[in-house]
């Protein structure tokens, strides 16, 4: 057996489609499960049937390589069943969230110059809507739950939710995806899968960023690329008989990357839930006993006050790890904690990665922690530190911008050669690297230490202030759920300091509560950084992947300022 305490420093990438690399699979394991929804699970061969049964489908409704298909779905059989046909016929697949705002998803049409978009039928009306405003004409394909579940739970849920439902499609631009898959007839020849690393096989959109969103264009070998050196960096056999609870959503890097992609090419089973709620995910980790999770900070701490939990058996867990959002010291040793508790024998992984390079390009080794370290580079995946606004290469220790360059770096931001110079640059080696618009550190092992997006520090009386810092101290006190701090703008120190802070249950955020956070600040960093104002809430609005939304918070304390 191979040895997984090593990471191997250079790999083979193979010159496929993410549709052929699947293909592989299907070949030689035919009969193990690709993925299971709500208990029925879907073999390799039939997978890859379903897959060449749409690309059919969409050959014959005239889609052809190049162009694009907007997938507006969650975690379904149909959402994977299009992406993998869509990359077999060499079509681009534009993966927008399901709860987009209508005139969001306006934009992403437009944007993209998509020509259909899929699904899911709670969302019809809306994403119909944003149709009718678009440039062009664009054919909605509605998919429904019920179609996948197995016989007992489609009955069920067609009495259920299935009657809240709305009628479709109600107009002349709309079919059914089961209608529209009566189109993938045997007699529909599919062209030869063409591999190009420099073709756009997926866009995807940062978030997060004030503004325009930025298309984030991705080819094959970016994805495979990704998962391949994930395979790698996990230091742990993953494949046939190996399950993954994928949660992170498919329209999202980590999602796409790490949950979907990288456990298919390697003969896996994608255990997908759609949505996220914290009964839910308890209930599958306690009955699918999944070998790998991966999400978000705020799941695994949600992870930590389910009373379902209480008593159960993590000893299934082979690898969990946490991207997304900067996993805090304190937020990391509560789940290590809660691991053992539950007889895991692992640690809670930080990964660290961007959009730009699909997900996560940086892991936290199998057996070792530094505090506050998001861990190695993956293999042939290179990182360097320069002094920010120049290509200036900075030594051990001391902090600049994070960029790096490998096999996974983005080919370019959609119709944005201005985003696009600025963030990929050629470097004295003569190579392109990303930019990544982040403040970090290595240290004399090469171990990485990120700090804060450069966007996100507040200066306040000149000095330096990382939210993420303080975030990480008020989320020690016991009481503290978690936290986020932002900056506001002050006439005197030009931004002030302000906490917004949400406490566990049973707690209340009075005065002798706010002192003792304070107290604990002040134990920890200077004057200068501690919040002039601390708000308690019950919640923090968030992003649509689940982490806080600080610009949220920035834009509504800057704007009573201003009143």
């Not at 073999?43 to 907007?70: C, L, M, W």
């Not at 960023?209 to 984030?216: A, E, L, R």
């Not at 949505?275 to 705020?298: C, E, H, Q, R």
């Not at 057996?367 to 120049?390: A, H, M, Q, W």
Request: aromatic letters at 10%; one cysteine or more.
């Amino acid at each position: 057996m191979e040895n997984y305490s090593e990471v191997r420093e250079h790999l083979d990438y193979p010159k496929l489609t993410m549709f052929q690399m699947v293909e592989r699979m299907a070949d030689a394991y035919p009969n193990y499960p690709a993925y299971e929804f709500y208990g029925r699970k879907t073999t390799y061969k039939q997978f890859v049937n379903r897959i060449e049964r749409a690309a059919r489908a969409f050959r014959a409704s005239g889609i052809r390589r190049g162009d694009a298909v907007t997938i507006c779905m969650p975690n379904t059989p149909q959402a994977l069943d299009c992406f993998y046909a869509l990359n077999r016929i060499g079509a681009i697949c534009n993966m927008v969230h399901p709860l987009s705002a209508q005139k969001e998803i306006t934009f992403y049409l437009d944007f993209s110059e998509s020509r259909m978009i899929l699904t899911m039928d709670m969302f019809y009306e809306k994403v119909d809507a944003a149709v009718q405003e678009a440039e062009n004409p664009v054919t909605i394909l509605t998919a429904r739950m019920q179609d996948e579940l197995p016989l007992f739970k489609s009955i069920g849920f067609a009495l259920t939710q299935g009657r809240k439902s709305h009628k479709y499609p109600n107009t002349d631009n709309g079919l059914l995806w089961t209608s529209f898959l009566t189109k993938g007839t045997p007699n529909v020849k599919l062209p030869k899968p063409v591999y190009d690393p420099k073709a756009t096989a997926a866009i995807l959109y940062s978030g997060g960023t004030s503004g325009t969103p930025k298309g984030i264009c991705l080819s094959d070998q970016n994805f495979n690329a990704t998962a391949l050196q994930a395979t790698e960096a996990i230091q742990q056999p993953l494949g046939p008989g190996d399950t993954m609870l994928s949660c992170m959503p498919v329209f999202h890097g980590f999602g796409l990357g790490i949950n979907i992609h990288t456990v298919l090419i390697n003969g896996a089973c994608c255990i997908l839930m759609p949505t996220f709620n914290g009964k839910s995910y308890a209930d599958m980790l306690i009955k699918k006993k999944p070998n790998f999770i991966a999400g978000v900070p705020t799941i695994f701490e949600a992870l930590l006050h389910i009373e379902e939990l209480k008593d159960a058996d993590l000893s299934c867990l082979k690898g969990m790890f946490c991207g997304g959002d900067a996993l805090s010291v304190e937020l990391k040793k509560k789940v290590d904690a809660f691991l053992h508790e539950h007889k895991a024998t692992i640690q809670v992984r930080e990964g660290y990665g961007l959009t730009e390079c699909v997900t996560a390009s940086c892991l936290t080794p199998r057996d070792t922690y530094r505090e506050n370290s998001i861990g190695l580079p993956f293999p042939d995946t290179k990182y360097c530190i320069v002094r920010t606004g120049t290509d200036e290469e900075l030594p051990p220790m001391e902090e600049g911008e994070i960029i790096l360059k490998g096999p996974s770096v983005m080919i370019k931001y959609l119709k944005n050669p201005e985003e696009t110079a600025q963030t990929l640059r050629k470097m004295p080696d003569g190579d392109t690297w990303l930019f990544t618009g982040d403040l970090g550190y290595m240290d004399a092992d090469g171990y990485v230490y990120f700090k804060q997006r450069i966007k996100r520090m507040i200066i306040t009386n000149g000095y330096n202030v990382y939210p993420g810092q303080i975030e990480n101290i008020i989320d020690s006190v016991d009481e503290v759920a978690y936290s986020c701090v932002i900056g506001v703008k002050d006439p005197r120190r030009m931004q002030k300091v302000k906490a917004y802070v949400v406490l566990k249950p049973g707690f209340t955020g009075d005065d002798a509560m706010k002192e003792k956070i304070l107290n604990t600040l002040h134990m920890h960093v200077s004057k200068y950084a501690i919040p002039r104002e601390i708000e308690f809430r019950n919640d923090l609005p968030k992003t649509l992947v689940g982490k806080v939304a600080y610009r949220k918070l920035e834009e509504e304390a800057n704007a009573q300022v201003g009143e």
